[in-house]
Every structure is written in C-alpha cells, then in structure tokens.
T-cell receptor, first 114, second 109 residues
C-alpha cells in the first residue's frame, strides 16, 4: 500500500533562517506531488506541484521554492523565512489514472516563524 | 479566483441530526471531491463524484452535484460527535485540484 511521510511534524524557526521540509512517498511510482499551505482556519493554498523528477510548477510568487530530486521525494525550501511563512504545510500525491486525481495527504508540518 | 466557495463556514448541530454543507465553483470540472480534516491533521478523501454523475452515496454520506448550477452538497446523516471536523470540497479540471475554504462542523454529544 502507498504511504506518504512528512517531517518534521512541527518546527519553530527565527525570521531569516533557512527552511527545508521533506516529503516522501512509498508504494507508488511517478506520482504527481503537491505542496500546500493552510493558514489557521482556512482552506488550502497550492504552492507547488510536480509531475516528474526535476519538474516543478509554482502557483504563487513567494519566498519559497521546491525541488524533486528523486521520483518520490519532494522538498520545500526557503533561504530566508518571513513571518508570513508561518502555517501548516501539507504534502500530497496523486496517481495518473485518467482524470481521477484523488489526492492523498501527509500528516503535515506546522511551521511557526518568530 | 478559481477557489471554491463553501457555506456555511461553520455549522454546529446535535448528535443524531443531519449536516448539510454546500460548495460552489466557477470553472468546468472533471470531478468534484470532498475531504475531511481533523484539527491539525492532513486531509482524508471522503468521496469523488464525476461530472456526469448527479448523486453518490458512501455510508452516511450523500453527495449531489449540479453542474448547471456549478454546485455540490455533502449530507452527513445521523451525525456523531466523531464527525466533528472541517470539510472541504475540491474540484479538478485537470490534474490540479482546487480546494474550497472549508466548512467547520461541530457535532455536540
């Protein structure tokens, strides 16, 4: 069966520090991968998605970047965090079965920038 | 904005009552999905309805889709305290999925 992992679960970082959040998927190959951010009590904002190794699409201009160094690894990074980067970050994957793109979410990382 | 809109934003009901949440969207879709999120956790997929379907059932869940009105509803029957969560609609016009802002449901025991 497929599983998706995210770490760390929680993170507190000072403004201006770098960031690296990692997401890995097991049990499937060539998944679509997604990074979302969720502000408190709000919906999900799509940040990045990837259809393959090295292929990253950015949805919104921001202080963040993403990379996909391996088929089932998706990394969210920042060189210098801003206060506004605080939030709940969710990684998700979906398969390529026609137009059925049910997404499977990781447990999330709660980031607090102080 | 492509984001879906959901109403109500928050809903508080007694255990045993039915809960109805609505979602509207603006674009053409291939399918519409509903997800559930417990506080501080990831989202869990509940049900998917294709654009050529009008109604779908899964256990105590009933989803309807009206493509002419670009709207969908999620009905949870005989609610339980454990149904307390946020519920999101999400729609797909390709391989990207756009999520609504969610409805926070609170079921009182």
């Amino acid at each position: 069966s497929q599983t998706i992992h995210q770490w760390p679960a929680t993170l507190v970082q000072p403004v201006g520090s770098p960031l690296s959040l990692e997401c890995t998927v097991e049990g499937t190959s060539n998944p679509n991968l997604y990074w979302y951010r969720q502000a408190a009590g709000r919906g999900l904002q799509l940040l990045f998605y990837s259809v393959g190794i090295g292929q990253i699409s950015s949805e919104v201009p921001q202080n963040l970047s993403a990379s996909r160094p391996q088929d089932r690894q998706f990394i969210l990074s920042s060189k210098k965090l801003l206060l506004s980067d605080s939030g709940f970050y969710l990684c998700a994957w979906s398969g390529l079965a026609g137009d059925l793109n049910e997404q499977f979410f990781g447990p999330g990382t709660r980031l607090t920038v102080l | 904005s492509q984001q879906g809109e959901e109403d109500p934003q928050a809903l508080s009901i007694q255990e045993g009552e039915n809960a109805t949440m609505n979602c509207s969207y603006k674009t053409s879709i291939n399918n519409l999905q509903w997800y559930r999120q417990n506080s501080g956790r990831g989202l869990v997929h509940l049900i998917l309805i294709r654009s050529n379907e009008r109604e779908k059932h899964s256990g105590r869940l009933r989803v309807t889709l009206d493509t002419s009105k670009k709207s969908s509803s999620l009905l949870i029957t005989a609610s339980r305290a454990a149904d307390t969560a946020s519920y999101f609609c999400a729609f797909s016009g390709g391989f990207k999925t756009i999520f609504g802002a969610g409805t926070r449901l609170f079921v009182k025991a």
